[in-house]
């Protein structure tokens, strides 16, 4: 399974009908700040969506990650070129306030 992280900020990734690929983003989710999917095409099956602690004898208030497992089903696969977006934000401050954007072009 592909692998994204934060350098992958904006790249166009080719996904085909039956396959994954896993999104892991540095989070501390201690301050509020967690990451939130705001945009993805229909066809795109969200499997998995959590926040992964510090790895242990951390400091107290370390942060972790967050870890997102996308999947495109084997029927039903992209028609278009699609937008994945990510924000990190606070749920409780307004729209806009986001710390970070996370943005992937999807095709197939």
Do not use: I, K
């Amino acid at each position: 399974m592909r692998e994204l992280g934060a350098p992958d900020d904006g790249v166009e990734l080719s996904v085909a009908p039956g396959t994954g690929f896993l999104v892991r983003l540095p989070e501390n989710a201690t301050t509020g700040y967690q990451w939130q999917v705001v945009e993805r095409p229909e066809w795109l099956v969200c499997r998995s969506d959590r926040s992964v602690p510090a790895v242990r004898g951390s400091l107290p208030g370390a942060g972790g990650t967050h870890e997102f497992v996308f999947e495109v089903p084997g029927t039903g696969h992209p028609s278009g070129p699609a937008w994945l977006v990510l924000h990190l934000r606070r749920t409780w401050e307004p729209e806009g306030r986001e710390a970070a954007t996370f943005r992937v072009s999807l095709s197939g």
